[in-house]
């Protein structure tokens, strides 16, 4: 039922582009994203609430495709300050509750 | 606005001793869930309150108990701790379902 997240790792140089994706064998009510820094809490990122719907926000955005049960974090001209493991949580329909991902450990070097 | 504050931030226990920890969610928020991370790991899913009520639960035994007060605050109880429950145990609000959820620093618990 956990979300399955490639790369497991990724290793950037300052100005790099990422992808992050993000497949569940459920269908899929929504995906949200969330980075967490070494030793803190997650943080919220966004929300895809539709299938085929796209998000973002500065550099940061993100597809749901709902036919698929697949998402994909995308990361534009890196910075210093994207380092982090990255989570998605997905909810099935009926459930409220967020199950998360494997994460995927993102380093930006500069 | 203080965001989601949880209590204590560190906390060490025996085997076989009982822990209560605390979370007070963001100012607006209704709706609490509790998880339990392990070193390296993503959030595991423990369960979700709403309305004083158990919604949601995810695959963890009775010994995890919890409660969610008239304010909208909540406990984690765990009964019988073993070694393996070690981990950062992490409180997250929102605004019922579906939405942004914010999560408090975390309580880090080491059984010993």
């Known amino acids: 039922q956990q979300p399955v997240q490639s790369p497991q790792a990724v290793i950037l140089r300052e100005g790099e582009d990422a992808v992050i994706n993000c497949s569940s064998s459920?269908?899929?009510?929504?995906v949200h994203w969330y980075r967490q820094k070494h030793g803190e809490a997650p943080v919220f990122l966004m929300i895809l609430l539709k299938g085929g719907e796209q998000k973002g926000h500065d550099k940061i955005s993100a597809s749901f495709n709902e036919k698929k049960q697949q998402s994909s974090l995308y990361l534009t001209a890196s910075q210093l300050s994207y380092s982090g493991t990255y989570f998605c949580?997905?909810?099935?329909?009926?459930?409220?509750?967020?199950?998360f991902g494997t994460g995927t450990r993102l380093q930006v070097f500069p | 606005d203080a965001g989601v504050t949880q209590s204590p931030t560190h906390l060490i226990k025996t085997r076989g001793q009982q822990v209560t920890l605390r979370c007070s969610p963001k100012s607006g928020h209704d709706t609490v869930s509790w998880y339990q991370q392990a070193l390296g790991q993503g959030p595991q899913f423990i369960f979700q309150?709403?309305?004083?009520?158990?919604?949601q639960r995810g695959n963890f035994p009775d010994r995890f108990s919890g409660h969610q007060f008239p304010n909208y605050s909540s406990e984690l109880n765990v009964n019988a701790l073993l070694l393996g429950d070690s981990a950062l145990y992490l409180c997250a609000s929102s605004l019922g379902g579906n939405t942004e959820a914010f999560f408090g620093q975390g309580t880090r618990l080491t059984v010993v």
């Open positions: 949580g997905t909810e099935t329909f009926g459930t409220d509750k967020l199950i």
């Open positions: 459920k269908a899929l009510y929504s």
């Open positions: 309150y709403y309305e004083e009520e158990e919604r």
